[in-house]
């Protein structure tokens, strides 16, 4: 004998804000494998030489993939926001004994962020 189950609408997961922002960080996650694939076909351009390199320059320059570009890059943010967000739940820091609080905790992957952002853009525009 079987147990009656309510039909799942399709769109269930438009019903709270915080179910929207679950399905949507799950959505990122294909967002983020396309930028490893995008980096990993730049860095093979490079590596075949300025030719090759030129052609990845102008494949990159074309209105469709700018635009998916410009979409990975928010749902690239959306994963890092709320992965910044979870962090606290995720991880116990303790100094002399004491365990942060979760703002501190955020802050820090903030600011490290910056740091390493600011670096990098350092790196590539000197």
Same mark, same amino acid.
């Given at each position: 004998?079987?147990?009656?189950?309510?039909?799942?609408?399709?769109?269930?997961?438009?019903?709270?804000?915080?179910?929207?922002?679950?399905?949507?960080?799950?959505?990122?996650?294909?967002?983020?494998?396309?930028?490893?694939?995008?980096?990993?076909?730049?860095?093979?351009?490079?590596?075949?030489? %300025? @030719?090759? #390199?030129?052609?990845? *320059?102008?494949? &990159?320059?074309?209105?469709?993939? +700018?635009?998916?570009?410009?979409?990975?890059?928010?749902?690239?943010?959306?994963?890092?926001?709320?992965?910044?967000?979870?962090?606290?739940?995720?991880?116990?820091?303790?100094?002399?004994?004491?365990?942060?609080?979760?703002?501190?905790?955020? %802050? @820090?992957? #903030?600011?490290?962020? *910056?740091?390493? &952002?600011?670096?990098?853009?350092? +790196?590539?525009?000197?």
């Amino acid at each position: 004998m079987s147990t009656y189950q309510r039909p799942l609408a399709l769109f269930w997961w438009l019903e709270r804000r915080s179910y929207l922002l679950f399905v949507l960080r799950e959505l990122s996650a294909v967002f983020v494998g396309w930028f490893v694939i995008y980096l990993l076909l730049l860095v093979n351009a490079v590596g075949d030489g %300025a @030719a090759s #390199y030129q052609d990845f *320059l102008d494949w &990159s320059g074309s209105w469709w993939v +700018l635009t998916i570009n410009v979409i990975a890059m928010l749902f690239v943010l959306l994963h890092t926001i709320t992965w910044f967000a979870l962090a606290p739940r995720a991880m116990a820091v303790r100094v002399r004994g004491r365990r942060l609080p979760p703002a501190q905790i955020v %802050a @820090a992957h #903030y600011l490290l962020w *910056l740091l390493l &952002s600011a670096f990098v853009a350092w +790196l590539v525009l000197r």
